[in-house]
């Protein structure tokens, strides 16, 4: 990697004041899990890290008037260990519970994971954000994309959002708050990532000198049902190739509203809505269930190597459902 | 006078017992250091400049920006200007540096231009490839197969193979050299401590006894691990022109894409049987790339050999790498090739695929009564004939059970091997050569057969390996280190022991025919009473240490050996995903040293086998040239909760032990990709054609599946 300098703030205002103005300036440090290897590979080159994890108001998990609120740095592991988290929002804590290694759940943070870098292997070997030859022509859709988005995947980003927190989020219909100098703006987590437009655009609406500093999870309702069900390819230290996050609003049998959100499928962490608006007034079982997978992938439109992440999409709507619906 | 031959199992005390090896509590403690964890005093640190392109011409490299950058003591150069780089990842030059970051950033300086030229990396047919990248080789033919197939009962057709994968080394490749004066200490990353020298010497033009190579221990080689390769030697010139010890080992990405690939073969086969199950003929035409090499002439059918049948192979010359030879040369490919096809042609016929093999176990040779013997433990270990259910039948619910089964084979033998066994009149031994353990348990097989050798426990015995200045031994490839060392020693010591008979025969009755030596006393035979401790015996030695030698014994070792495995799957049919439930091996090696290392290698035979069926596959971009996953995330591997139970049976007793020593390190990894690709298309009805058996895979052939029924 290129020599930087490090710096570790003790405070939001201390990092922003460290914090450049473009992104080749400097980066925000967390666990390091994601940024430290791009920078090992030459694939980011920040002439400065701004470590947060120093920072008490991005850490803890607290409950607030809004909800519990998560801070940025809290680790992977903190995640898991929340009695609440795993008892009134089972699908974020099996999201994070999913995530391989305990050296990585140790080190890597909610924050980082929601910022974490695309998962395209043409992306960390090197060829840009959009994966372009010398030419400006886009790799993915002519070489090896098995692992590649799905939808919205008309270009130019092809790869995938790599968070499996992100669908559990989003499927809670979190908040992400952010911090800058004109103080905390909030911004839905389903409208925090957006897929870049050019290689200077980041996969999310944070601007240079922003941090996220927390998620807030609205309050459990009565009648909340969560789940998130992955296929993986192996169970060492790996990603998902697809996942599916629901949340249910249920009474009795019978779905109120659904919200279902799949992983590892777009550049964005991708909301069904299809699904979700045609599963309320449903009552769940075996066959809604397979019918909101149906439904999910309705607009699916594989690569040349990806076909096989439609069925793992539909399946995995339609796990993660029957799971809520056991739970 | 003491014999060399191996003792009868009655009078065994250490061999063929389940021991732990030697340097277990080093390596599991962390302190056992491998090439990567030598630190020289002032040593600097090496760092490579790789081609980006899968084929070009070098036309210009120019190395004095990087001359000048903070810390760089040296550079040299390891291409011409002029010459074709043939793969990405090809070395272009070298520097060394204070540190691994200076020497990194100064190698990125060095300015290369190229003259970029078409190439071909994807695995390709003969006929994608085109005539200038294919080159077909003899056809081999023994009877008829076409009438034959006129006649057959069933007879199948089925395309089968797998990709290029690597070695992927868990120590990567590279080593550690210093000079004194013109002497040049290497301490290497090896699988041929004794052959180094001859390598260094003329490319450094010093003469061979100035090399001093040493690899006490190392992390794996798999056969891509014999030479010095230009790195050694690069690394050795930034030695000498810096004057300091430098460390150069290679980075996982450069690892991963020229340090070791295994090569592809595919082959469209065609195979025929009577109605009873009776195998008449086979004919298959296979392909596959070796980057731009050739890996030779593949034989197929493998371990059975039907009375007409033909092959021809087509070797595909491509930019996607150098071939390294990968654990059995082969034979993975071969009996994957082999075992799906015969196993789709049993459930063509049908028959339950072990009766179908038992059918026509005669067909396999001399190994007929092993592979028998063999199918009937495994079967009884998986339990087969309860679990087993015909191809395509199925039970309600997502998840399917399958069973499959191959047969192996391999040489082993021995190498040349050349011991020295000390007895020191204080009592001490030592066992000395110039071998290595790869982390098989070689050393603790020397151990075992020395302290067998002279009656003493394990412990009593000092093994020295790793250091070319011991005696001469092969290199560890082939499975030929077992019976080099084990024969090699057993006769050294034999020969010690002897001579130390012959110096306490005066004080036991006078006749050093009548000793032996058993339980770490000398004594005479048939006499209990008359006996001298060990140290004792030792003592008359007086002042001068008894040094005698060894080498390979071929009465000793034998060659061929005979495996069975099964594995249990299950698999999602929604998500395709596949899990590996159990597998079994019968495994002979003849006589077996130590059952616990012998275990141990099948052991990781499967693991690496589980990961090479479901996972690996050295992925190539086309486009750029370049491979796309040379790195751990995405050259998948498997972990610990992707392997099943595993269980292993080690073939003993009468039949095998007689045999003498044989080779193990290659024979168990060779039918894993076989047995579980069996197993997936019994659980599925279908078979998966190429490894490896990924989601994507299992759910296309499903869908296959679907529109032709
Ligand atoms: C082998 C392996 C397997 C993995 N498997 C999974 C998996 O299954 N599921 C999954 O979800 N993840 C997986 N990961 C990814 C891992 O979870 C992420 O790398 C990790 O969560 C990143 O968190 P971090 O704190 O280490 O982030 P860092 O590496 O420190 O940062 C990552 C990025 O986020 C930015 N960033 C970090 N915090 C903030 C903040 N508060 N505000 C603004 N920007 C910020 C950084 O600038 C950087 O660009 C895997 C990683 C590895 C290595």
């Not at chain 2, 732990?20 to 599991?28: E, T």
Request: glycine share 10%; charged share 20%.
């Amino acid at each position: 990697m290129e020599a930087f300098e490090y710096a570790r703030p003790a405070s939001g205002k201390e990092a922003l004041e460290l914090l450049g103005g473009s992104f080749a300036d400097s980066e925000i440090l967390a666990g390091g899990m994601d940024l430290i290897s791009l920078m090992k590979n030459y694939v980011l080159s920040p002439k400065r890290l701004v470590n947060i994890k120093g920072i008490s108001e991005f850490s803890g998990i607290r409950s607030t008037q809004q909800g519990l609120a998560i801070g940025a740095t809290t680790t992977l592991q903190e995640l898991i260990e929340h009695k609440t988290i795993a008892a009134d929002y089972p699908g974020l804590h099996q999201a994070a519970d999913a995530i391989p290694s305990p050296q990585i759940r140790n080190m890597a943070t909610a924050g980082g994971n929601l910022c974490q870098r695309p998962r395209c292997w043409y992306f960390r070997n090197g060829f840009g954000l959009l994966a372009r030859d010398a030419k400006g022509n886009p790799l993915v859709p002519g070489g090896d994309n098995r692992y590649h988005a799905i939808f919205g995947n008309d270009g130019p980003a092809y790869f995938v959002n790599g968070s499996s927190l992100a669908p559990a989020l989003i499927a809670l219909s979190a908040q992400a708050r952010i911090f800058s100098a004109n103080g905390w703006r909030e911004v839905a987590v389903a409208d925090f990532f957006r897929t870049p437009r050019n290689d200077n655009e980041r996969e999310n609406v944070l601007q240079p000198k922003e941090i996220l500093g927390e998620i807030v999870i609205p309050s459990a309702s009565k009648g909340l049902r969560t789940s998130t069900y992955e296929v993986r390819e192996r169970e060492a230290l790996d990603w998902p190739l697809a996942t599916a996050s629901v949340a249910l609003k249920m009474s009795g049998n019978k779905i109120e509203k659904a919200s279902v959100v799949l992983g590892y499928v777009a550049p964005i962490p991708w909301q069904a809505k299809e699904a979700g608006d045609w599963l309320a007034g449903k009552t769940l079982n075996e066959e809604t269930a397979a019918k909101a997978g149906e439904a999910a992938v309705q607009g699916a439109k594989p690569l040349s190597g990806n076909k096989y992440k439609v069925q793992l999409a539909r399946v995995c709507v339609k796990r993660a459902l029957l799971a809520a619906g056991r739970a | 006078m003491a014999d060399y031959k191996w003792p009868a199992a009655e009078n065994r005390s250490l061999i063929g017992k389940r021991i732990s090896r030697l340097d277990g509590p080093l390596k599991s403690s962390g302190r056992a250091k491998y090439s990567f964890d030598v630190n020289r005093p002032g040593m600097l640190y090496g760092k490579m400049i790789l081609s980006p392109y899968a084929h070009a011409k070098v036309t210009k490299i120019d190395t004095t920006a990087a001359e000048k950058m903070p810390g760089v003591k040296a550079v040299t150069l390891i291409w011409e200007v002029g010459k074709e780089v043939q793969w990405a990842g090809q070395e272009i030059a070298a520097v060394a540096a204070e540190t691994e970051d200076q020497a990194r950033d100064a190698a990125r300086a060095i300015k290369v231009e190229y003259e970029v030229l078409p190439h071909l990396v994807t695995d390709a047919t003969p006929q994608q490839a085109g005539a200038d990248h294919s080159k077909q080789l003899s056809e081999q033919k023994t009877g008829d197969p076409d009438p034959a197939f006129a006649q057959a009962a069933a007879t199948i057709e089925g395309t089968y193979g797998s990709p290029v994968i690597t070695h992927c080394c868990l120590e990567s490749h590279g080593q550690v050299t210093e000079w004194q004066g013109d002497q040049l200490t290497v301490w290497a990353s090896t699988q041929a401590v004794s052959n180094l020298a001859g390598e260094y010497a003329p490319a450094m033009e010093i003469p061979a006894g100035n090399v001093h190579i040493i690899t006490p221990v190392m992390g794996g080689g798999f056969g891509s691990k014999f030479n010095s390769d230009v790195w050694g030697f690069a690394c050795a010139r930034l030695s000498k022109k810096s004057g300091r010890a430098v460390k150069m080992l290679l980075e996982r990405d450069h690892e991963l894409m020229v340090a070791g690939a295994r090569p592809s073969i595919y082959a469209k086969v065609k195979v025929a049987a009577k109605a009873d199950g009776t195998l008449v003929a086979w004919k298959s035409e296979s392909w596959g790339t070796a980057g731009p090499g050739s890996a030779g002439n593949p034989t197929l059918p493998y371990v059975f050999r039907p009375e007409n049948r033909s092959s021809r192979h087509t070797a595909i010359s491509t930019n996607i790498g150098p071939a390294r030879a990968w654990r059995a040369p082969n034979h993975p490919q071969m009996a994957l090739i082999t075992m799906s096809a015969l196993e789709d042609l049993a459930a063509a016929v049908p028959m339950d695929p072990l009766d179908f093999f038992l059918k026509n176990i005669e067909l396999t040779g001399t190994l007929a009564k092993v592979y028998k013997e063999e199918l009937l433990k495994a079967a009884e270990l998986m339990d087969w004939k309860k679990k087993w259910h015909p191809r395509g039948q199925m039970v309600a619910g997502p998840i399917q059970r399958g069973l499959g089964l191959s047969l192996h084979t391999w040489g082993g033998g021995g190498h040349q091997s050349n011991c020295n066994c000390t007895i020191h009149p204080d009592g001490s031994v030592e066992v000395s050569l110039g071998s290595q353990d790869l982390g098989t348990g070689a050393r603790t097989v020397i151990g075992i057969v020395a302290a067998e050798t002279l009656g003493l426990p394990l412990e009593a015995v000092k093994v020295n390996i790793g250091d070319n200045h011991y005696p001469a031994s092969g290199a560890s490839g082939g499975s030929t280190t077992v019976g080099g060392v084990s024969s090699s020693t057993r006769r050294a010591a034999n020969n010690a022991l002897n001579e130390l008979l012959a110096k306490v025969a005066p004080s036991l009755g006078g006749d050093a025919e009548q000793l032996e030596a058993v339980g770490g006393v000398i004594r005479v035979k048939g006499d209990t009473s008359k006996f001298l401790p060990w140290k004792q015996a030792c003592a008359k030695l007086a002042s001068t240490p008894i040094t005698a030698a060894g080498q390979t014994s071929k009465d000793l070792i034998s060659s061929g050996v005979g495996g069975v495995q099964m594995a249990e799957v299950s698999v999602d049919m929604e998500t395709g995903v596949v899990r590996v439930e159990k597998m079994v091996a019968a495994q002979d090696c003849g006589l077996v040293i130590n059952l616990k290392t012998a275990e141990s290698q099948v052991y990781g035979a499967f693991i690496m086998g589980i990961t090479y069926a479901l996972h690996e596959e050295k992925i190539m971009d086309q486009q750029t040239g370049r491979c796309l996953n040379a790195d751990m995330e995405f050259y998948k591997l498997a972990g610990l909760g992707d392997i099943g139970e595993l269980v292993v049976h080690m073939m003993t007793g009468p039949g095998y032990d007689d045999r003498g020593v044989i080779g193990l390190g290659e024979p168990p990894v060779i039918s894993p990709g076989a047995v579980i690709s069996n197993a997936v298309a019994n659980a599925i009805g279908v078979r998966v054609p190429t490894l490896p058996i990924t989601p994507s895979k299992v759910l296309a052939a499903l869908e296959s599946k679907g529109a032709k029924a």
